[in-house]
């Protein structure tokens, strides 16, 4: 009898440790896009109602509102709280996603860092040089900084749309430039459109974020703590003239994010043990807090603002900024105006250059040791679209702009968010047409990716299954007792039939503290190993996960015509204990938290595990497999 199987559980869940089985990255890349079409709606809503009712739209956003308390305060209309206040927790969860890629994304391997940087750069260099080339001595020229940063949510969402095409790696590639993006356009504003500077209030911010790395230092946990005191450096920049959203990018750079650790999710499990054998509500507080201080800070954090600032905070800015009044009188002077040239140019034109020109030199001066980690044309396509500049350019064009030349400012970052998108789509459908070799080639190019795999595959010691020589090895580090590879297995069996050259490794990551039998299946599977029938007794424990007792082993044992008196043996003198540990070892220092966790040629799977996701994500890594060969 085959154990039961959760019909309705998704093909993406696994046996965790931690709360949660997807990963930061793809959080945000799926919240990035889901926002995307609510970032549209309120940008029409805007311009719907800016022109419906122009002088409701102004006097709403102008209404004045006032926050005191012991005598004093702030006070400033609703467009000011919107774009001051809230668009600050909107850079927090900027410094946040900039801290993880640094501690466990992409840039996490230090030399990667330049190509980013470069084209972060020369991303931003090249159009604002365009934009002063159309304003350059006029008063217009103080708005250089809008034509400089793209608005990530909006741009990967559309490049979902528009970019069906294009390698998924050209999404983390573009995150990576555009967290440089926001960092350098943050500096921008914080040095060139801070006005009027009170050095006193700007003294008291500086201390208090003194205070805050102080405390931080001393190993403080308390949320509630770090609140209080961004908020009253949020109120002293605000005050001294500098630009007052900067605090929420500094409070997110100083949170670190790293994985769960295998000690820690095993505290947690225990805590929640104690408390299902008394459930007090102190124990319930200690359950809590154990598996709260299992996730790093940052994954915290982004996991309560990131929703929040994507579907509320952002919108509601588009809402607040995008509206101006359309008619033939405007349009008759915005399409003429240097200033919205100088921004739809700088976009459609200046950003792709710069970030292909700034990517193809990197790649040039390092003999090709620093590349693009997709082909150049998806890099061309991550640069158009990278011309959706909506959020801190509107934001910078508040700052810079007033009255008809805000008007043209805003025209111009609105037709470019318009032209990019299908700049990509024209890219990509061009892709398509190419031979299907040069289409790979331009697609997924050469450069090395990184591999999260800690142990290679060795060949004389690891569970082998496929051809020895196939261009793709997938890796799973399973537990036999584990509902979730025994979905699996099947697929797995279907992968490798229906593809045919992939080497397929089974690693042993028994869950001992939510598996009270996965230890003793998996010393069942090396002893039979150690009769040449590894696989039959693997297939037979996924296959009979109810049936894992002392007792089931032997009879599995038997079904399969082993030696019973050396099975016995070596499952009672735990033969294969050493080699397990080796597995979970490996696991460990893999950064894998729970089962099934899969690794295709040597870098973490982080979708679904059906057959098409798994399918879809073996063809590329062959892809670029078969590519490397012919170049090498």
Not at 362 to 375: E, I, N
Request: a neutral charge; one cysteine or more.
């Amino acid at each position: 009898m085959t154990a039961p199987r959760r019909e309705s559980t998704p093909p993406s869940a696994r046996t965790v440790w931690a709360p949660t089985s997807t990963t930061p990255l793809r959080d945000f890349l799926r919240t990035e896009t889901g926002s995307a079409l609510v970032l549209l709606a309120a940008t029409l809503a805007a311009l719907v109602w800016a022109n419906a009712a122009p002088s409701t739209y102004e006097q709403f956003w102008h209404t004045p509102l006032s926050i005191t308390a012991a005598g004093s305060g702030v006070s400033q209309d609703l467009r000011q709280w919107v774009n001051t206040g809230l668009m600050t927790f909107f850079f927090f969860v900027v410094g946040l996603e900039a801290r993880r890629e640094f501690d466990m994304g992409e840039l996490r391997d230090r030399r990667r860092l330049l190509l980013p940087l470069a084209a972060g750069i020369g991303g931003m260099i090249v159009p604002v040089a365009i934009y002063l080339g159309f304003n350059a001595g006029t008063p217009a020229a103080h708005g250089w900084g809008i034509a400089m940063s793209t608005d990530t949510a909006f741009a990967l969402g559309m490049l979902a749309l528009f970019g069906s095409h294009l390698p998924a790696r050209l999404r983390t590639y573009l995150l990576t430039v555009t967290v440089v993006d926001d960092l350098l356009a943050l500096a921008v504003i914080a040095i060139f459109y801070s006005e009027h500077v009170t050095p006193l209030p700007l003294l008291s911010a500086t201390a208090v974020f003194i205070v805050i790395l102080t405390v931080r230092a001393l190993g403080v946990r308390h949320g509630s703590l770090y609140a209080l005191l961004g908020a009253v450096a949020w109120v002293a920049l605000l005050r001294s003239g500098v630009e007052p959203v900067i605090i929420g990018l500094a409070m997110g750079l100083l949170t670190y994010a790293s994985p769960a650790s295998r000690g820690d999710l095993e505290r947690a499990t225990d805590l929640f043990r104690l408390f299902r054998e008394q459930p007090t509500p102190a124990l319930a507080r200690s359950a809590q807090g154990g598996l709260t201080s299992a996730i790093s800070p940052n994954e915290r954090l982004q996991q309560l603002y990131h929703p929040w600032t994507s579907y509320v905070i952002v919108p509601l800015f588009a809402l607040s900024n995008a509206g101006i009044t359309l008619s033939g009188d405007f349009l008759a002077h915005a399409l003429l105006s240097p200033i919205t040239l100088g921004v739809l140019l700088a976009y459609t034109v200046g950003k792709p250059a710069g970030i292909i020109a700034s990517s193809w030199l990197v790649t040039l001066l390092s003999r090709g040791r620093v590349r693009p980690p997709v082909g150049w044309a998806a890099v061309t396509a991550g640069g158009a679209i990278a011309g959706i500049g909506f959020t801190v350019s509107l934001l910078i064009a508040t700052l810079a702009f007033d009255g008809p030349q805000l008007q043209q400012a805003k025209f111009g970052i609105l037709a470019a968010a318009l032209c990019a998108p299908v700049i990509t789509w024209a890219v990509s459908r061009a892709t398509t047409m190419l031979p299907v070799r040069l289409r790979i080639r331009a697609l997924l190019g050469s450069a090395d990716t990184i591999v999260d795999l800690a142990a290679p595959v060795d060949p004389d010691r690891d569970h082998l299954r496929g051809p020895a020589d196939a261009p793709v090895t997938v890796i799973e580090y399973g537990d036999f007792e584990c509902p979730y590879c025994g979905q699996a297995e099947p697929v797995i069996r279907r992968v490798l039939a229906d593809l045919g050259d992939v080497r397929y490794v089974w690693r042993h990551l028994p869950l001992t503290d939510v598996h009270p039998f996965a230890q003793l299946a998996a010393q069942a599977g090396e002893a039979a190993a150690a009769q040449g029938a590894f696989w039959q007794m693997h297939d037979r424990l996924l296959a009979h996960q109810d049936r894992l007792r002392p007792f089931d082993l032997i009879d599995h044992a038997r079904d399969l015509g082993l030696d019973l008196d050396r099975f016995r043996t070596d499952l009672h003198d735990q033969a294969a204990a050493a080699r397990i540990a080796a597995d979970v070892d490996s696991a460990d220092v893999s950064g894998v938290s729970g089962t099934p966790t899969f690794f295709i040629n040597g870098r973490r799977h982080h979708g679904a595990f059906d057959l098409d996701s798994l399918s879809s994500a073996i063809r590329s890594a062959r892809a670029r497999a078969t590519l490397d060969h012919r170049q090498g």
